[in-house]
């Protein structure tokens, strides 16, 4: 089976970390993969067993999703053009037997064009590929209810499922979205997480700073530096992810002269390092959610909630019940608050491992398979 996965990260890379996890799994499943990328590259993650197109890319203005940048500035027509050129080669290419988009269409509506020319296109060929949508737990609800009726009618005229992410024993999707017209379509695959992590040395006891792969993580590495002043028995490892990561490591430096912090770019063995850390200091991404699950680690989740977003403080709600689990607003997020969630963290100890479905890419390749063949 040919296998095409289509998706554009904006802002962080989880989007694309999803996507390379769940192609992995059709790889391994014996499947020709091929991701189509639409962000900014991100060397950091492993694309083994898959074939990546890289189109021209694009990222958000920050959290201004409604501005566009490429390599050189605003992204213009010319740039939209190329990306739409580009996408439908790759569709001619590959020939899929199953086209997948991951979120759209419950997000990415400013990159509507080059969605409608490449549904359009697959409608247009024979045989007919089975179309999938892949979606997360939870997704940023609608502003307005016209947006979830449009959605729905793109569902229900090209697509044959959509694959939602979630242990529906935790969140279904109606918790951040209205399904209305769409519960014949939603699959729910469980967790989409790579394999259980094996344990490296590094990390060891340590406090685990992470935040993701762009800059919106600066507040909680700041946070962090000075919360190595009141909680100086423990070395404090900040991982700084994104294309910038150096950048930010010299701008943050003087500020951890002569404390326990050590500061380099995001790691391929974070999650190994997890296994052994003392705590964790992250967002509340699905990824590092599920890292957070997997390990066991004592964690101080601080969810991302610049401008209109929720969805991980939904997430961070679903959780915080949790042994060991804490969640700061944003909001509250200074180094005194942030040494006191950590030491409350490390109070907790560590939890057994996680009984929730997690085996969401199996699920998934069994479920398109099945599709297909049909």
């Known amino acids: 089976m040919r296998v095409m996965i289509v998706v554009t990260h904006l802002l962080g890379t ?7 996890v769940l192609g992995r799994a059709f790889s391994e499943a014996g499947h020709s993969v091929t991701v189509v990328s639409g962000g900014f590259p991100a060397p950091q993650l492993a694309i083994d067993g898959v074939a990546l197109v890289q189109l021209p890319p694009l990222r958000s203005d920050g959290t201004n999703f ?35 988009t991951e979120l759209y269409p419950f997000g990415r509506r400013g990159l509507r064009h080059e969605f409608s020319a ?22 940023a609800p609608p502003s307005r209810p ?21 242990d529906p024993s935790v969140t279904r ?3 951040s979205w209205p399904t209305q017209g769409l519960e014949d379509k939603l699959l729910y695959t469980g967790y989409v997480a790579p394999a259980r992590p094996y344990p490296v040395q590094d990390g060891t006891g340590e406090i685990l700073v992470s935040a993701g792969g762009g800059p919106v993580g600066v507040p909680i590495f700041r946070a962090a530096i000075e919360a190595a002043r009141k909680i100086t028995n423990r070395r404090w490892r900040l ?15 003087p500020l951890a002269r002569d404390l326990p912090v050590k500061m380099e770019p995001a790691r391929p063995d974070f999650r190994g390092m997890l296994c052994n850390a003392a705590c964790s200091v992250s967002m509340c991404g699905y990824n590092t959610a599920l890292d957070i699950l997997q390990t066991g680690v004592p964690a101080v989740m601080v969810p991302f909630d610049d401008g209109k977003e929720i969805e991980q403080s939904l997430r961070a709600e679903s959780l915080a ?21 950590v030491d409350r963290a490390m109070q907790g100890g560590r939890r057994a491992a996680s009984t929730l479905q997690m085996d969401g890419a199996r699920r998934s390749v069994e479920i398109a398979e099945r599709m297909v063949g049909q």
Do not use: C, Q, W
């Not at 027509?77 to 037997?97: G, M, S, W, Y």
């Not at 991982?239 to 430096?253: F, H, S």
């Not at 949790?322 to 700061?328: G, I, P, R, S, T």
């Open 14 to 20: 989880g989007h694309l970390a999803r996507a390379l």
């Open 66 to 100: 409604s501005r566009l940048l490429g390599e050189a500035g605003e992204a213009d027509k010319t740039l939209f053009e190329a990306r739409i050129a580009a996408l439908l080669d790759a569709l001619h290419e590959v020939a899929p037997d199953l086209l997948i």
């Open 118 to 139: 490449l549904l359009e296109a697959a409608s247009a060929r024979s045989p007919r590929p089975v179309v999938l949508a892949s979606i997360r737990d939870i997704l």
């Open 146 to 166: 016209e947006k979830a009726t449009k959605a729905a009618e793109i569902v229900t005229r090209y697509y044959d499922g959509v694959l939602v992410h979630s």
């Open 173 to 175: 999707l109606d918790a």
């Open 239 to 253: 991982l700084v992810g994104g294309t910038e990561a150096a950048t930010l490591i010299n701008m943050l430096a």
């Open 321 to 341: 019940h949790l042994d060991a689990v804490e969640v700061l607003p944003t909001a509250d997020l200074d180094g005194d608050t942030l040494a006191a969630a």
